[in-house]
């Protein structure tokens, strides 16, 4: 079992960049594949972007392709979301999920472990 607390939420400026941060419990972080999704008011919970194990293959949803990067360090039990270049429609909660799979997934139900979510407002 993982436990997930997300940071590094907070309100910016359009076009301006966040961190979000990650931190697992556990002595098998390596072995899960890790997600970021977010969920707008009145919206359903969306992908962002997934890691696999070792880092070297991630997913990314299409709305922030070039703009978000996902990253992982396993040595730390983390995973980063580095989200640049923000607009307004970015806004929303992001949580980050972990499961322990063998493939890199994009759907909240297949995902086994939640964190609470970290909100991020992008003014305009």
């Known amino acids: 079992q993982v436990q997930l607390v997300e940071s590094g939420g907070g309100v910016v400026q359009a076009g301006g960049s966040l961190r979000l941060s990650c931190a697992a419990s556990?002595?098998?972080?390596?072995?899960?594949?890790m997600g970021w999704f977010r969920q707008a008011p009145g919206k359903e919970r969306e992908f962002v972007a997934a890691i696999g194990w070792s880092g070297g293959s991630t997913s990314y949803a299409d709305s922030v392709k070039g703009r978000f990067i996902i990253s992982r360090d396993n040595a730390k039990n983390m995973v980063y979301l580095q989200m640049n270049s923000l607009k307004p429609e970015d806004t929303a909660v992001y949580y980050c999920a972990a499961d322990r799979s063998l493939h890199l997934l994009t759907v909240p139900k297949e995902y086994d472990y939640w964190g609470q979510g970290t909100q991020v407002t992008v003014s305009s």
């Open positions: 556990g002595r098998t972080f390596s072995t899960y594949v």
